[in-house]
T-cell receptor
Framework: KQEVTQIPAALSVPEGENLVLNCSFTDSAIYNLQWFRQDPGKGLTSLLLIQSSQREQTSGRLNASLDKSSGRSTLYIAASQPGDSATYLCAAYPGGATNKLIFGTGTLLAVQP | SQTIHQWPATLVQPVGSPLSLECTVEGTSNPNLYWYRQAAGRGLQLLFYSVGIGQISSEVPQNLSASRPQDRQFILSSKKLLLSDSGFYLC????????????FGEGSWLTVV
């Protein structure tokens, strides 16, 4: 059974710092992995999707990497800003006819001005 | 462009009352549709998914049901709410097929009192 873990549960950094959020999954047989952002009381916003054949994806200040063999994905945020404060969730897609994602419980990020 | 609408945004209902949450998607056809629940500290749990009109799959046994009366409409219902049904409910969609990015609505806060 696929399990997805995100450590730490919470992280506080000063503005301008580069940071890395971690996501681990127990079964390396994943089809893809998605990173989402969730603002308090809001829905999820898709940030990046990495296919199993890819090593990384980039969007602006965000870079996500995937290492299937070690069961890890990281989300790198460059030059963090207070507006980046949110909960970041990763979700592994194990494959199949529908997109039944397995979510981690998220990392709550606070960027201090 | 595609958009997803979900309502109501917040709802306070007494135990034993019925529930109806509605979700519609615009700008695409034959999407996969999903209902998730997010409980505090437990991450996102997939409740129902649908790959077409009238095709509903349930992931967990519960007091809830889902229906898809039209291609881009997904409804979450209950005949009699329980206290344990309280939570944040999220509708989502993805393009048909597997491994596609999932897009979430803004969510509905349900408090059962």
């Amino acid at each position: 059974k696929q399990e997805v873990t995100q450590i730490p549960a919470a992280l506080s950094v000063p503005e301008g710092e580069n940071l890395v959020l971690n996501c681990s999954f127990t079964d390396s047989a994943i089809y893809n992995l998605q990173w989402f952002r969730q603002d308090p009381g809001k829905g999820l916003t898709s940030l990046l999707l990495i296919q199993s054949s890819q090593r990384e994806q980039t969007s602006g200040r965000l870079n996500a990497s995937l290492d299937k063999s070690s069961g890890r994905s990281t989300l790198y945020i460059a030059a963090s800003q207070p507006g980046d404060s949110a909960t970041y969730l990763c979700a592994a897609y194990p494959g199949g006819a529908t997109n039944k994602l397995i979510f981690g419980t998220g990392t709550l990020l606070a960027v201090q001005p | 462009s595609q958009t997803i609408h979900q309502w109501p945004a917040t709802l306070v209902q007494p135990v034993g009352s019925p529930l109806s949450l509605e979700c519609t998607v615009e700008g695409t056809s034959n999407p996969n549709l999903y209902w998730y629940r997010q409980a505090a500290g437990r991450g996102l749990q997939l409740l129902f998914y649908s790959v077409g009109i009238g095709q509903i799959s349930s992931e967990v046994p519960q007091n809830l049901s889902a229906s898809r009366p039209q291609d881009r409409q997904f409804i979450l219902s209950s005949k009699k709410l329980l206290l344990s049904d309280s939570g944040f409910y999220l509708c989502a969609w993805s393009r048909g097929g597997a491994g596609n990015t999932i897009y979430f609505g803004e969510g509905s806060w349900l408090t059962v009192v």
